[in-house]
């Protein structure tokens, strides 16, 4: 038998003898390549795409972490990339969630009267169930932690306001939970007047420089009205729900960081492989409910199925650890529920960045 003759890769140099490249894996062409091998080149990388893409899909939806251990196992290009699958799957659903939920749209300031000074709070209806519960549990968190701080120093600051003239500290009623702040708020102070008022403070009674930028915002918000109050906090939800896709991100290491954690003496398991693991479950929870809100949901007028959904999420997670770490039930289920807690207040915490950050820039 003759030899197939060797030829030269016109990406790579690398020598073969095939009709791919074994380094590379580009197609050797020994002549120009025409027009309809272009179209067969698109449509072979396409239907591959096209049909990996749903062999991934359905054990990623209805088998729990097999999919993970399978990719674990060494059996990868038989799959959809796990950084690939999230990225798609988190642009779809919040391409969808952006263009059908009508979000920045659903700012409620309610009929507020422009006499009163009060600064209203947005409602954003449209949020999922357990992103509005984390976002109300990241504002009493954010309200119990200014108490505290504000509790060492409220004396002085109040003595101090009571002590300018041109003011008046009596108030019936709190605004905001900080006393100080709801008297520059109910007495209509200005930012000019709240710098002056701070120049006369010692330093332990001067606001820090965070919290002095956040009070001159709202000052000057307050000055503002009630138009102003609503176009500052449709800007404000606009831009914390963008940063959702960013804030998501950046759960994804943290949430294998937590699995690395709880399986730390389990030394087969590299932080790559918790990492698979958090990819395609966040790729499951974005999937499953495209289908079920954007889909299913739609078609037949209910939301019976984005029920269904949530309570799948979490048993979801519960039988991929049980498949992918092997342990018993018991140990699996304590560690479920350590994971649910330790997660659940990561994401309070950077729900609470999120939106301070987002003000801030505002």
């Not at 990868?76 to 642009?91: E, G, M, T, V």
């Not at 079920?292 to 029920?307: A, E, H």
């Amino acid at each position: 038998m003759s030899k197939k003759p060797k030829h030269e890769c016109r990406n790579c140099s690398t020598e073969s003898n095939g009709q791919y490249c074994s380094f590379c894996g580009q197609r050797y062409h020994a002549h120009k390549e025409s027009f309809n091998e272009l179209v067969y080149e698109f449509a072979s990388d396409f239907t591959h795409f096209d049909s990996r893409f749903f062999k991934t899909l359905l054990p990623l939806l209805f088998s729990p972490g097999k999919l993970t251990k399978s990719y674990n196992d060494g059996k990868q290009r038989s799959q959809f990339h796990p950084i690939r699958l999230y990225l798609f799957s988190s642009f779809l659903y919040f391409l969808l969630l952006f263009a059908f939920g009508n979000l920045e749209n659903s700012v409620d300031l309610g009929d507020k009267p422009e006499t009163e000074k009060s600064i209203g709070k947005p409602k954003v209806n449209m949020l999922p169930d357990g992103i509005r519960q984390e976002a109300e549990n990241a504002e009493k968190l954010l309200n119990a932690a200014t108490n505290i701080a504000d509790t060492a120093r409220t004396s002085n600051l109040q003595n101090a306001y009571k002590s300018s003239p041109d003011l008046d500290s009596n108030l019936d009623f709190h605004i905001s939970g900080n006393p100080y702040l709801d008297s520059l708020l109910t007495q209509n102070v200005t930012p000019q007047q709240y710098l002056d008022q701070q120049e006369t403070l010692n330093e332990t009674g001067k606001a820090g420089y965070i919290e002095r930028i956040f009070t001159l915002k709202l000052l000057k918000l307050n000055e503002e009205g009630n138009k102003g109050k609503t176009e500052f906090f449709q800007k404000l939800t606009s831009t914390f729900l963008h940063n959702i896709p960013k804030m998501l991100f950046i759960l994804l290491p943290v949430f294998a960081l937590l699995l690395k954690l709880l399986y730390v003496r389990r030394k087969q398991f590299y932080f790559v492989d918790h990492a698979v693991l958090s990819l395609h479950y966040f790729s499951f929870i974005f999937l499953l409910l495209i289908f079920s809100v954007f889909v299913l949901d739609k078609i037949f007028g209910t939301s019976f199925f984005t029920q269904i959904s949530v309570l799948w999420i979490f048993v979801y997670l519960l039988m991929a650890m049980k498949k992918l770490y092997c342990q018993s039930w018991s140990k699996t289920t304590l560690k479920f529920l350590a994971l649910g807690f330790m997660f659940t207040f990561s994401v309070i915490i950077t729900l609470f960045i999120n939106i301070a950050w987002s003000a801030f820039m505002m």
